[in-house]
């Protein structure tokens, strides 16, 4: 059973920097598509960033360039760098594999004053 534990959120200014990790339990990390979500109160779950086994990215367009998404297949941990934050960006973050069916982590807070 594959679990995933985020760690990193917290509470930043805006223009502040916060890095997120997401560490995968199990052993199909490293050939399982990673992604990021976050969930702002009374919004849906959005995409954020998503990294294929092969390492294409890709983002929304409310974080390019300021966010990155990267992946240590070695360590079964996949970072979030996020830079330039928002108060936008405020929101719970949740880690996703996909690999038939898909895992969500328990997420972690994200809080950004302005």
């Known amino acids: ?11 930043v200014q805006a223009g502040g920097s916060l890095r997120l990790s997401c560490a995968a339990s199990g052993g199909i990390f490293s050939i ?5 979500y976050r969930q702002a109160p009374g919004k849906e779950r959005e995409l954020v960033a998503a990294i294929t086994k092969e390492g294409t990215s890709n983002y929304a367009d409310s974080v390019k360039g300021r966010f990155t998404i990267s992946r240590d297949n070695a360590k079964n941990t996949m970072y979030l760098q996020m830079n330039s934050l928002k108060p936008e960006d405020t929101a719970v973050y949740y880690c996703n594999l996909r690999f038939v069916g898909s895992i969500w982590g328990q997420g972690t807070q994200v809080t950004v004053s302005s």
């Open 1 to 11: 059973q594959v679990q995933l534990v985020e760690s990193g959120g917290g509470l």
């Open 32 to 36: 399982a598509t990673m992604g990021w």
